[in-house]
């Protein structure tokens, strides 16, 4: 099995910063492109930032300037550090990454949990 586990969510006031870990996990052979995704209740999920192995990476208009997404392939981990927040950024936020287990000939993707953050004063 292949899990995606966040962390790093929470309550923050306007113009604060949060810094969101995600950790893939278990039988993986191989992680290409891992990203951030958020949603808002009664909406669909969207793009937040991806990052590819290369190291490119691509960002929502409404965070660019403000949100930063970095990896440790060695830890299997991706990160979005998110600085100044603003309540529209309220919502839940989703890791995704495509990974190749080891059983498979071919990547799927995956999706962590989820973890909320809410921006207000």
């Known amino acids: 099995q292949v899990q995606l586990v966040e962390s790093g969510g929470g309550l923050v006031q306007p113009g604060g910063s949060l810094r969101l870990s995600c950790a893939a996990s278990g039988s993986i052979f191989s992680v290409d492109t891992m990203g951030w995704y958020r949603q808002i209740p009664g909406k669909e999920r969207e793009l937040v930032a991806l990052?590819?192995?290369?190291?490119?990476?691509n960002f929502a208009d409404s965070v660019k300037g403000r949100f930063t997404i970095s990896r440790d392939d060695a830890k299997k981990t991706v990160y979005l550090q998110t600085t100044s927040l603003e309540p529209e950024d309220t919502a839940v936020y989703y890791c995704n990454a495509r990974v190749r287990a080891i059983w498979m000939s071919v990547s799927n993707d995956y999706w962590g949990q989820g973890t909320q953050v809410t921006v207000s004063s």
């Open positions: 990052i590819a192995k290369s190291g490119n990476t």
